[in-house]
Nanobody, 114 residues
Framework: QVQLQESGPGLVKASQTLSVTCTVSGASITSAGHWWMWIRQPPGKGLEYMGLIAFTGVTEYDPSFESRTVISRDTSKNHVTLQLTSVTAEDTAVYYC??????WGPGTQVTVSS
C-alpha cells in the first residue's frame, strides 16, 4: 500500500518561498505509470490543482501556478518537493500530495504571515 506524508514549515512569511516535501513509502516515485500530484485547499475554498511530477521526472503545472511553482524529486530519498515562490496570504492552505488514481497524504497546513 502506497503511503504519502507531507511535511512543511507550518508558517511562512509573505514574499518568501514555501517548500513542502512529500515522503512516499510502499512504492518508488520512479515506478512506471505513477504521477505524483500537488493539490491545495485554502480555507473555505475548494481543492486547487497545482501540478505534478511523473515517474519519468517530467513536470506539469497548472497555468495559475506555473510562474511561481517548481516540483522536484529526490529519488535517493523517495520524496517529491513542492516549492512556491513569492507567497502571499492567499497561499495559506492545506497542501496535499497524492498519487494520481491512488493514495493521498493527510495534508499539511501552511500559513502565510504578513
Amino acid at each position: 500500500q502506497v503511503q504519502l506524508q507531507e511535511s512543511g514549515p507550518g508558517l511562512v512569511k509573505a514574499s518568501q518561498t514555501l517548500s513542502v516535501t512529500c515522503t512516499v513509502s510502499g512504492a518508488s516515485i520512479t515506478s512506471a505509470g505513477h504521477w505524483w500530484m500537488w493539490i491545495r485547499q485554502p480555507p473555505g475554498k475548494g481543492l486547487e490543482y497545482m501540478g505534478l511530477i511523473a515517474f519519468t521526472g517530467v513536470t506539469e503545472y497548472d497555468p495559475s501556478f506555473e510562474s511561481r511553482t517548481v516540483i522536484s524529486r529526490d529519488t535517493s530519498k523517495n520524496h517529491v518537493t513542492l516549492q512556491l515562490t513569492s507567497v502571499t496570504a492567499e497561499d495559506t492552505a492545506v497542501y496535499y500530495c497524492l498519487l494520481w488514481g491512488g493514495s493521498w497524504g493527510p495534508g499539511t497546513q501552511v500559513t502565510v504571515s504578513s
